[in-house]
T-cell receptor, first 113, second 113 residues
Framework: DAGVIQSPRHEVTEMGQEVTLRCKPISGHDYLFWYRQTMMRGLELLIYFNNNVPIDDSGMPEDRFSAKMPNASFSTLKIQPSEPRDSAVYFC???????????FGDGTRLSIL | AQSVTQLDSHVSVSEGTPVLLRCNYSSSYSPSLFWYVQHPNKGLQLLLKYTSAATLVKGINGFEAEFKKSETSFHLTKPSAHMSDAAEYFCVVRGGATNKLIFGTGTLLAVQP
């Protein structure tokens, strides 16, 4: 079991640039979640998918953020244009079934200068 | 609405002494509760979960938690701390009818030699 794989692990970019974060969930898992972790706000759920379909995106902060899941083994979280306040650690998690525990990737540490 | 309150932001113990990390929950019905651990620069790892079966739940690495409905508590304990237990611990409740996880603010556990 390779676990949830996120890339890149670290990203440093300048304000205004487009940022794309990637996630490969555990094979067979049908739920995928994107979280953001900051010192000020802790862990926040941004969006989650079930069978590649977005179910709840109420946590997405604004239109600059978008997420896609084109197939069962890949998801992206995109920020365009990026701003310094987007600096955070972004986690992807997956689970098999609604009631099962979520498995987290190691996160992407994003710094917007 | 579901919520969790972690009563201590920092806990420091000596190696070999007991660990107690406190969590109170608020829920309108029988909740699903979890403890996750996060080591530096890593994702969250599930320690244990409570889903209305036995009130004393055993997890990995010698941790356990007891669900006490009368006290609305789900405290995490370990009889003897190890240096490798130093990490941040999150108490989590599953939110309502959805698969959303609602995270506490975390407790940073330091283990002194």
């Amino acid at each position: 079991d390779a676990g949830v794989i996120q890339s890149p692990r670290h990203e440093v970019t300048e304000m205004g640039q487009e940022v794309t974060l990637r996630c490969k969930p555990i094979s067979g898992h049908d739920y995928l979640f994107w979280y953001r972790q900051t010192m000020m706000r802790g862990l926040e759920l941004l969006i989650y998918f079930n069978n590649n379909v977005p179910i709840d995106d109420s946590g997405m902060p604004e239109d600059r953020f978008s997420a896609k899941m084109p197939n069962a083994s890949f998801s992206t979280l995109k920020i365009q244009p990026s701003e310094p306040r987007d600096s955070a650690v972004y986690f992807c998690a997956s689970s098999f079934g609604e009631d099962q525990p979520q498995h987290f990737g190691d996160g992407t540490r994003l710094s917007i200068l | 609405a579901q919520s969790v309150t972690q009563l201590d932001s920092h806990v420091s113990v000596s190696e070999g002494t007991p660990v107690l990390l406190r969590c109170n929950y608020s829920s309108s019905y029988s909740p699903s509760l979890f403890w996750y651990v996060q080591h530096p620069n890593k994702g969250l790892q599930l320690l244990l979960k409570y889903t209305s079966a036995a009130t004393l739940v055993k997890g990995i690495n010698g941790f356990e938690a007891e669900f006490k409905k009368s006290e609305t508590s789900f405290h995490l304990t370990k009889p003897s701390a190890h240096m490798s237990d130093a990490a941040e611990y999150f108490c989590v409740v599953r939110g309502g009818a959805t698969n959303k996880l609602i995270f506490g603010t975390g407790t940073l556990l330091a283990v002194q030699p």
